[in-house]
């Protein structure tokens, strides 16, 4: 029987992989620290969530004759800050992409997800973009920039940080991040959405066949992304504006006139007052104003199905005006009527495709 994933076993993982980073050194028999080290070190500083940790290790050692560096992560000798930074700035950091992936694979075979699949045993992966780093002043070759609007430059770096993600639980599962950064051969700056396609490709192997349904913003949105997304086996939910994707509300509109959507409404009681979600979609919609001409021939089962949701509709005595709909009453956006049981929509639609 496999032993369930515990620290010893993650540190292990973490302990390997990191014995792999490439030391881009001169062979010396003057070498003191080794990469190693300087990996260890650094993830002692983030996992303890203290600044000061290595110079705190090493008076522990000095005076004591151990640190806890070494006991916890193995750490043989102790680098400076300096250090650290000097060792670990030439590695990529697409290198320890296999310690998230070995993780993920291991949570996965001690079945330790299942409490994280829904919607039909998926994964909900979300996309999201984060800046970690930002300065006037220090910058890099792989420092992203933009002017602001005093006409200074401000340097920074950002990245796609995807984590498994499951209603009502407060922990996620991280996964291989994608940073931002000049890319070869390509004279526009890199953008979150061009990230979100390297990672797609890259890790479609490892994550697509778990069952994965991609989370994203309005950013992901896009026609040419959803078809990336599609290709590689994976699921979606995104978020479409109405002032990025005028076309297609221009199209729900005329179908909601026309009585073309479907409802759905389901009930809960939640102990004080009821609870209605109520449900409105619709299949086929384009998302963009023309069909691409390659796709017109073959109209695919697995062609993207838009899905539109009033999410968490409640019913409950309320004074305030209604803003779309409630019950018994007008149906407007401007309607002043105060109903006693009110039904409030949100705005915003999602655009979702599950494969046939």
Not at 48 to 62: A, D, M, V
Not at 199 to 216: D, E, I, M, N, S
Not at 326 to 334: F, I, L
Request: glycine fraction near 6%; aromatic fraction near 10%.
């Amino acid at each position: 029987m496999p032993t369930p994933l515990g620290f010893d076993v993650l540190k292990d993982i973490l302990h390997r992989r990191t014995a792999q980073l490439p030391d881009h050194r001169k062979a010396s028999p003057n070498t003191r620290y080794a990469i190693q080290d300087a990996a260890l070190g650094a993830f002692g500083i983030f996992f303890t969530q203290s600044p000061s940790f290595l110079e705190y290790q090493r008076r522990l050692q000095h005076t004591k004759g151990q640190n806890n560096a070494h006991t916890l992560f193995d750490v043989e000798q102790i680098p400076c800050d300096n250090q650290v930074r000097t060792l670990l700035d030439p590695i990529t950091p697409s290198s320890l992409d296999v310690v998230f992936v070995e993780v993920f694979e291991g949570l996965e075979q001690h079945r330790m997800l299942s409490h994280f699949r829904v919607l039909g045993d998926q994964l909900l992966v979300a996309l999201d973009g984060t800046n970690y780093f930002s300065s006037k002043a220090i910058h890099c070759q792989n420092c992203l920039s933009r002017q602001l609007s005093n006409g200074q430059t401000l340097y920074y770096h950002a990245a796609i940080t995807p984590v498994i993600v499951c209603p009502g639980q407060s922990q996620v599962i991280a996964l291989p991040p994608e940073y931002l950064m000049p890319q070869d051969g390509h004279i526009k700056q890199d953008c979150e959405r061009a990230a979100g396609k390297r990672w797609l490709a890259k890790h479609a192997k490892q994550v697509a066949p778990h069952g994965v349904t991609l989370l994203g913003d309005d950013l992901y949105s896009n026609q040419p992304f959803c078809k990336l997304v599609l290709q590689h086996e994976y699921n979606f939910i995104f978020v479409c504006k109405p002032d990025s994707h005028p076309k297609l509300y221009e199209r729900l509109a005329f179908w909601q006139t026309n009585d073309g959507l479907t409802e759905l409404e389901s009930r809960h009681w939640n102990g004080r007052y009821p609870e209605v979600t109520q449900y409105r979609y619709i299949n086929n919609v384009l998302l963009r104003q023309q069909f691409p001409e390659e796709s017109k021939p073959q109209y695919s089962s697995r062609y993207p199905v838009w899905l539109f949701v009033n999410i968490h509709a409640i019913m409950r005595p309320s004074s305030e005006p209604c803003r779309s709909l409630h019950v018994g009453g007008c149906d407007g956006a401007t309607c002043s009527h105060r109903a006693q049981t009110s039904v409030r929509r949100c705005p915003v639609r999602l655009a979702a495709n599950r494969l046939c």
